[in-house]
């Protein structure tokens, strides 16, 4: 029974995962809850309102832990409890005493006193809502405390969460910026075998490579909205399928970032700092790279999930930009219009799970080199030949709506409304067939 509840959580037999299962890719998602779980949050805010505070807080820890990862270690004892939660490089460790809850996180070692360092921080408390930056004999910290009776579900979700979020991002900003900082506290990631980071490395510069290399081939103004769009697709593509973490993670999201700054640049201006971002990238050494290739456990997403109506305007929006390329012989940009429509939601909110496992399909469909340098036997597109598996795409479609039918009782993917004539035509067909779906969950 309990194999049985795991494969429904997360998939065990998951079809992107069948040749390789350890390989996870995109950013995680909490938004994935199953029925038990909501269950536990509804009985935690029942518990606190009835004043069981211990209870209430015992509810709370068994919603957020994820079975399938074990992200979180939670140990009553008594009227004590100790808990552990993994976020990235990140463990968040607290313990229950006295009706009081307790949380800290080690950021990194500075072995001498710095007032830079120390200003930096101050700063940093201001836009801090529940926790605060703190000093432990030569180790920079985070704290969150709370009294039991003021610990409802929804203050310890958002207290922990900005704890556990913040971190993981500023070990790596205070390390990247004062090289006198060591990191410290991160035993429990995984490294990734020497030949996944190689595969990873080498498709990153390829892909960089040869995007730079179709932005040169066109007028720079007369195409400046399809140059952004293959831009903003490479770094949402890197995201997903390279999944990179530390410094690499923080690069990749200040590219990003530079298009979407309000400020009165031109969209030539904004594209051209992202260029010359990439190059610098290109430029990163492999090893440099390699260290920021790991895996790791989370327990709260980034970003915040949405209805599927923001997903499907997304792509339609993207769609309907993507036909003035595609009707004018402009394949390639036609294409990368189409993932970013798909990698820009990925990227962007916390989707729900099927709908990630759709993510990977049309990836696997377009980039089947990388997928086959990483291990995965199925192919479901020939680029030589042109040719698509086409029961295997609608074998693997119909997988994940049975799999998540419980949860998304709705979700209908009308395969007949595939085409299978060529790439941009299936890329076309299946992102519209995403945005045409119905992901309401039942009350």
């Known amino acids: 029974m309990l194999n049985k509840f795991l494969n429904w959580v997360r998939g065990k037999e998951e079809p992107a995962a069948q040749n390789n299962s350890s390989i996870d890719f995109g950013r995680y998602s909490d938004n994935n809850k199953v029925p038990g779980k909501v269950r536990r949050w509804k009985e935690a805010d029942n518990l606190f309102k009835e004043k069981s505070y211990v209870a209430s807080v015992d509810a709370f820890f068994d919603y957020l ?246 997903t499907a305007d997304a792509i339609h929006e993207a769609n309907e930009n993507m036909l003035w390329y595609r009707d004018n012989g402009h394949e390639y940009f036609a294409n990368r219009l189409i993932e970013y429509g798909l990698s820009y939601c990925q990227y962007s909110y916390s989707l729900p799970r099927p709908i990630t496992l759709l993510v990977r399909l049309f990836m696997q469909v377009n980039y089947p080199s990388f997928f086959k340098a990483l291990g995965y036997n199925e192919s479901y597109f020939d680029t030589v030949s042109k040719r698509f598996k086409e029961d295997a795409i609608i074998k693997y479609i119909r997988t994940v709506e049975g799999q998540w039918k419980a949860r998304y009782p709705y979700m209908n993917f009308r395969t007949e409304g595939l085409n299978f004539s060529g790439l941009t035509a299936f890329n076309y067909s299946f992102t519209t067939q995403i945005e045409q779906l119905n992901m309401d969950i039942p009350a």
């Not at 900082?181 to 892909?207: C, G, M, N, P, R």
């Not at 999944?243 to 031109?266: H, M, V, W």
């Open 65 to 310: 832990k994820d079975d399938a990862t074990q992200n979180v270690r939670y140990i009553r004892n008594g009227d004590t409890a100790t808990f552990e939660l993994y976020q990235g490089s990140k463990v968040i460790r607290g313990e229950i005493r006295e009706n009081r809850l307790s949380a800290d996180v080690k950021l990194a070692l500075m072995p001498e006193p710095s007032i830079p360092v120390m200003r930096r921080l101050l700063e940093m408390n201001f836009g801090l809502y529940y926790s605060r930056f703190a000093l432990n004999n030569n180790e920079l910290c985070m704290r969150f405390d709370t009294d039991l009776n003021t610990a409802n579900p929804n203050k310890l979700y958002y207290g922990l969460k900005e704890l556990a979020t913040k971190s993981d991002k500023q070990d790596d900003l205070l390390i990247e910026d004062f090289t006198h900082l060591e990191a410290i506290d991160q035993e429990h990631v995984t490294s990734l075998s020497d030949a996944e980071k190689q595969v990873k490395y080498e498709f990153l510069q390829s892909w960089i490579a040869e995007t730079l290399e179709k932005i040169a081939e066109i007028d720079a103004d007369k195409f400046s909205g399809g140059i952004s769009y293959l831009l903003l697709s490479l770094v949402y593509r890197i995201d997903f399928l390279v999944t990179p973490e530390g410094q690499l993670l923080n690069q990749l999201e200040k590219i990003g970032g530079i298009y979407f700054k309000k400020d009165e640049r031109s969209i030539v201006d904004k594209n051209r700092e992202m260029i010359d971002a990439f190059r610098q990238l290109q430029t990163k050494p492999r090893e440099e790279i390699f260290k920021n290739l790991f895996r790791s456990k989370y327990t709260f997403s980034i970003v915040m999930p949405q209805v599927h109506k923001v």
